[in-house]
């Protein structure tokens, strides 16, 4: 079985400033790993993902993530963050190879971005 | 290329009522998941579906039940509802297992 813990369920960061989301994960199996984006009252909206290969991974409004196995994690960061980022945020596993699409989530991170 | 489309975006029931919820997934997906998601509980996997199959299921009771047609859009079916089964219920629609992409969800509110 697969679980995955977010780090801080509320996060506040100054316009401008780093972001930083953390997310570990357990798996039996090799994992991919995604995070995405909620906004109020939407649906989720993929920021990035890892499979295999590249171990650090860019998404879309300037996130990436790295993903290290020897630490189980994969920290979302962004560099500056705007206000336009403030939302929750999904860190999810799903196992590679499984017969099923099945996604796992953490309990999500809102973030807060102060002008 | 349109993206994945839940009808209605929002629902009022009445306890004790049966609610069906439909998603229509992006086209050549053959795969659809449904998730419920709280504040309390989060988001959890409710089942998916593959080719009309149902492949895996989550820790739901019999209440919530579930079918996909042979152009892949999918039901979700909820019956005597109860307060708790207010929630926000999102579809995933997958080709392959390294993507899933939502749809902007149905919220339903059991009074």
């Known amino acids: 079985a697969q679980s995955v813990t977010q780090l801080g369920s509320h996060v506040s960061v100054s316009e401008g400033a780093l972001v930083l989301l953390r997310c570990n994960y357990s798996?039996?199996?090799?994992?991919?790993l995604f995070w995405y984006v909620q906004y109020p009252n939407q649906g989720l909206q993929l920021l990035l993902k890892y499979t295999t290969g590249a171990t650090l991974v860019k998404g879309i409004n300037g996130f990436e993530a790295e993903f290290k196995k020897s630490e189980t994690s994969f920290h979302l960061t962004k560099p500056s963050a705007h206000m336009s980022d403030a939302a929750e945020y999904f860190c999810a596993v799903r196992l590679a190879g499984a017969g099923s699409y099945q996604l796992t989530f953490g309990k999500g991170t809102k973030l807060s971005v102060i002008p | 290329k349109a993206g994945v489309t839940q009808t209605p975006r929002y629902l009022i029931k009445t306890r004790g009522q049966q609610v069906t919820l439909s998603c229509s997934p992006i086209s050549g997906h053959r795969s659809v998941s449904w998730y419920q998601q709280t504040p309390g509980q989060g988001l959890q996997f409710l089942f998916e579906y593959f080719s009309e199959t149902q492949r895996n299921k989550g820790n739901f009771p019999g209440r919530f039940s579930g079918r996909q047609f042979s152009n892949s859009r999918s039901e979700m079916n909820v019956s005597t509802l109860e307060l708790g089964d207010s929630a926000l219920y999102l579809c995933?629609?997958?080709?392959?297992?390294?993507?899933?992409?939502f749809g902007q969800g149905t919220r339903l509110t059991v009074v």
């Open positions: 798996s039996s199996v090799p994992p991919y």
């Open positions: 995933a629609s997958s080709a392959r297992a390294a993507e899933a992409f």
